[in-house]
């Protein structure tokens, strides 16, 4: 079945970007996302791309997608304390279910 | 984006009680509402899948007559665990989506206790 690979564990200082990287199996995949999870909370979505686009650009998030690798990844500038949680990444298939990575703890050193 | 609100946050039951879980869609209409479960540190996992009216459709080794989904209206799903176990603690996240099926807003989650 289809599979969503992420590193579980990145720390970066305050300021500094942040990539958070994702990797996919399902060639037809259609859209992909980012979702953000903080501490006993729900779900955030952050943002969704595409598969016809290779970047989507939000205030301080960038989402680069390599179709041809099936790479996703999420770049938050200015990283700052309050971006610290749980990153998912996600794909879906037409109207298919989302398919979730394990996802990524983002910590940010003051 | 849209809200989708659940009830209770949390709650603690006994065991062999059963509990009831609320899915809101605040500001849209949800033709498809998702059900998830998670436990600590690991990813959400599916449990089923429902449209407005319809049977739920459930992921293979969810049971059915456990995990009992009614999406009876089109802002509002329930999820009613019954006869719960201590096993069955987790937190239960509820999703939406609407007109614009590949936006799939999530609920802030319902973490069950089952002493």
């Known amino acids: 079945g289809e599979d969503v690979e992420q590193s579980l564990f990145l720390s970066v200082r305050e300021g500094d970007s942040s990539v958070i990287n994702c990797t996919y199996t399902?060639?037809?995949?259609?859209?992909l996302y980012w979702y953000k999870q903080e501490p006993g909370a729900g779900l955030q979505l952050l943002t969704y791309?595409?598969?016809?686009?290779d970047m989507k650009q939000d205030q301080r998030l960038t989402v680069l997608l390599n179709k041809k690798d099936k790479h996703l990844s999420l770049r938050i500038a200015d990283t700052q304390t309050g971006d610290s949680a749980i990153y998912f990444c996600?794909?879906?298939?037409?109207?298919?279910?989302?398919?979730f990575g394990k996802g990524t703890r983002l910590s940010v050193i003051a | 984006g849209a809200v989708v609100s659940q009830h209770p946050s949390w709650v603690i039951c006994k065991s062999g009680t059963s509990v009831k879980i609320e899915c809101r869609s605040l500001?849209?209409?949800?033709?498809?509402m998702f059900w998830y479960r998670q436990f600590p540190k690991q990813s959400l996992m599916l449990m089923a899948t429902?449209?407005?009216?319809?049977?739920?459709?459930?992921e293979q080794g969810v049971e059915k007559d456990k995990f009992l989904i009614n999406h009876a209206s089109l802002t509002l799903s329930t999820l009613t665990v019954t006869s719960a176990h201590p096993e069955d603690s987790s937190f239960y996240i509820c999703?939406?989506?609407?007109?614009?099926?590949?936006?799939?807003?999530f609920g802030p989650g319902t973490r069950l206790t089952v002493t």
């Open positions: 500001d849209f209409q949800a033709t498809t």
């Open positions: 999703s939406a989506s609407g007109d614009t099926p590949y936006e799939q807003y």
């Open positions: 399902d060639s037809s995949s259609t859209y």
């Open positions: 791309i595409f598969s016809n686009m």
């Open positions: 429902s449209n407005e009216g319809s049977k739920a459709t459930y």
């Open positions: 996600a794909e879906r298939t037409g109207n298919t279910p989302l398919v």
